[in-house]
């Protein structure tokens, strides 16, 4: 890890708070998935329609965004097996940051 990274991680001199969030939520996929299940509760099938994402992708996304707090996964054992995913409180307190990017993304990237 940079110094760079680690002076922001520890609050020191050069830390961005945008720039750490960035870190965690900022891949392509991550937003994706996190977008998507702002709709609710979703199996595994569903997210890979509705994202495009291939099934390898997908997965190692869920177990990232799972290990950090934003998606909680649940087993249905009942015939047939079933695993749906859906926003924790953490994931879903980023609902009005989308608000705010699509609005924003709306107005700047639209134009010619």
Do not use: H
């Not at 001199?13 to 609710?40: H, K, Y």
């Not at 495009?52 to 869920?62: D, E, F, I, M």
């Amino acid at each position: 890890m940079s110094s760079e990274l680690s002076e922001s991680s520890a609050g020191g001199e050069g830390f961005c708070a945008v720039a750490d969030a960035l870190e965690q939520i900022g891949s392509r996929w991550r937003l994706v998935v996190l977008n998507d299940l702002q709709d609710g509760e979703k199996r595994f099938n569903e997210l890979k329609r509705s994202t495009s994402a291939n099934s390898r992708t997908l997965s190692r996304v869920l177990d990232d965004l799972g290990e950090m707090g934003f998606v909680d996964r649940r087993l249905e054992e009942d015939a047939p097996v079933a695993t749906y995913y859906s926003l924790t409180a953490k994931g879903e307190s980023l609902c009005p940051v989308f608000e705010e990017i699509e609005s924003w993304a709306g107005e700047w990237l639209t134009k010619p």
